[in-house]
């Protein structure tokens, strides 16, 4: 297959790669308001990638208040696929309280295409606002374990324009692949990790298929089951909840030609048809130790245009310790001198051209400039923006950490089972959240949203799909170990909690939030050492030396 050459990583306006990476802590916490605040004050800002399907619809079923989210649906280069979607999900002035959001499809590898096109509509708005008025870059984040997610994200993202794509929770060593491929309209193929196969299952994503039959997909009812399973579903069902509105405006702001690729240069045309004036964003991977970033990079296919090296202390997932896992009083992942990673050996790296970044308590300028003095580019910085007045979380909860952290109360947790992932996951301590038992064990355990589920096959042949925080006696009924499930949070369900649109149910109730964060939140003496707001361009400023 062709791959991309390697080449200089894009760069800020002074020509340089960016001195910070703000996170892209999900689900909607770097929304596009962040990002963009970040770009626009000359450093790299980063939307999260993940549930973009469902933050899109729900945002529009609260009757998207200011239009951003129809503004942007209105330069999608295929008009009658965001009109579809409009007429679905838009609701004019807001469900009413207590009135339940509609179900979004979920990813599926067999006859998934709705919740794909769905996908690539919600990180083509994302992406598209948070590069609005400007001309800085702009990248988004995904979590590698979301396997079905990246192909159909990522092209959403591209068709909007984006300047980077960073990928952890896993190993993204298909990655730079896709991005060369799906820059160029090209059908790519996914290797899903399907338990109970020798070998991994093959599932394609055409964009050109998904795009010319996609307003057939988004008919309600596309998509089938949730789960691949036999018996009732666990969802609860499509549609619950009416949604009223037509399809709003059909402005265009934006226009992608679509139009016939020229042939190669062999003169046989074979290569088809790409969408006109789409480029290949840089790809970062995200990694735990600089071993990692040499095995990626020793082959032209699998090598990354940059790396995050990323240790335990930051927020959201982290890699697991090298060896048997061990964990202290608290239930917390011990971590060893085999974890801390030796900079020297990215210097071969640094050497081809290949930048990096250092992420996980580096939120002060003392550990920016050490970083670059290391030979890093810069620094990822996650919580710090994530406690900004321009962040997705919810306000009440930012304050409540800061006020518990003003204190010298609040714990931050790297719990080694809340994750269906398996991988630790930062929880915060706060009342009235997941991080508390009572909560858990009130909140009936449903799985409708599916991001963190697994393929797996099923004794007749087909293609499951299977969660250990789902219901257990469904978890069990798949060939799922009880034993796993054990303590396992639903971070899908939680996180979206977490931005204000977390799923309503049934009697009135709505999901309970679950807040991560990085362990070192050192830097709110210096942000807001009263408690008072910040902006994300104070943190750019305060890091780089800008602040007056």
């Known amino acids: 297959m062709p791959t991309a050459p390697l080449r200089a990583p894009e760069v800020t306006a002074d020509g340089a790669p960016p001195q910070v990476i703000q996170g892209g802590m999900g689900v909607g916490v770097s929304g596009w308001r962040l990002a963009r605040a970040v770009s626009r004050a000359g450093q790299l800002g980063v939307v999260s990638g993940t549930a973009l399907d469902a933050v899109l619809a729900r945002r529009l079923q ?62 083509f708005v994302e992406v598209w606002l948070a590069k609005e008025g400007h001309e800085g870059v702009v990248g988004v984040n995904y979590l590698a374990k979301v396997q079905l997610a990246v192909a159909p994200g990522l092209f959403g993202a591209i068709l909007a324009g984006v300047d980077y794509v960073l990928v952890g929770a896993g190993v ?32 394609r994503f055409d964009p050109r298929s998904l795009l010319a039959g996609g307003a057939a997909a988004a008919e309600p009812g596309a998509g089938g089951r949730c789960d691949g399973g036999e018996g009732p579903c666990e969802c609860g069902g499509a549609g619950s909840g009416a949604v009223r509105g037509g399809a709003g405006g059909a402005r265009r702001v934006q226009s992608v030609e679509i139009g016939p690729r020229p042939e190669a240069a062999d003169g046989t045309g074979a290569v088809g048809d790409v969408w006109a004036g789409l480029r290949r964003p840089d ?7 600089p071993v990692l970033a040499s095995y990626l990079a020793r082959d032209e296919a699998t090598r990354p245009d940059g790396f995050v090296i990323e240790t335990h202390g930051a927020g959201g997932h982290s890699a697991p310790p090298r060896g048997a896992l061990k964990l202290d009083a608290d239930g917390d992942p011990v971590y060893g001198p085999r974890d801390v990673p030796d900079l020297a050996k990215m210097a071969p790296l640094r050497d081809q051209g290949i930048p990096f970044w250092l992420a996980g308590g580096t939120a002060h300028p003392e550990r920016l400039a ?14 710090a923006f994530a406690l900004s007045e321009d962040s997705g979380m919810a306000a009440e909860l930012r304050d409540q950490v800061k006020s518990r952290a003003r204190e010298g109360s609040l714990k931050v947790r790297n719990d080694a089972a809340a994750s269906p992932t398996s991988f630790p996951f930062k929880v915060v301590a706060l009342p009235g959240t997941l991080s508390e038992p009572s909560v858990q064990a009130d909140r009936r355990r449903v799985c409708d949203l599916g991001y963190l589920r697994t393929p797996y096959r099923t004794p007749k042949g087909a293609l499951g799909y299977r969660c250990a925080a789902e219901p257990a006696a469904a978890f069990a009924r798949k060939g799922g170990d009880t034993a796993q499930a054990e303590g396992k949070v639903c971070l899908c369900n939680g996180l979206l909690a977490t931005v204000g649109l977390g799923s309503r149910r049934p009697g ?17 003496a210096d942000l807001s050492p009263r408690g008072e707001p910040y902006s994300a361009v104070d943190v750019v400023d305060w890091l780089t030396g800008a602040a007056g």
């Open 370 to 383: 050490a970083a670059r003095a290391a030979g890093a580019a810069g620094v990822q910085i996650g919580s």
């Open 172 to 203: 993204p060593a298909h990655v730079p692949e896709l991005a060369t491929r799906l820059s160029r309209g090209e059908p790519v193929t996914v290797e899903l990790t399907v338990d109970g196969d020798a070998e991994p299952y093959a599932h």
């Open 62 to 123: 609260l009757g998207d208040p200011g239009g951003d989210v129809r503004r942007a649906l209105a330069a999608f280069p295929v008009p009658e696929l965001a009109a579809a979607v409009l007429e679905r999900y838009y609701v004019p002035g807001g469900l009413a309280e207590g009135e339940r959001f509609r179900t979004e499809p979920m990813l599926r590898a067999e006859r998934g295409e709705a919740g794909e096109l769905l996908t690539v509509l919600g990180n």
């Open 508 to 524: 009135g109730t709505v999901e309970p939030p679950v807040v991560t964060l990085g362990q070192d939140l050192g830097f709110l």
């Open 283 to 289: 790809v970062v991977a995200i990694v735990s130790l």
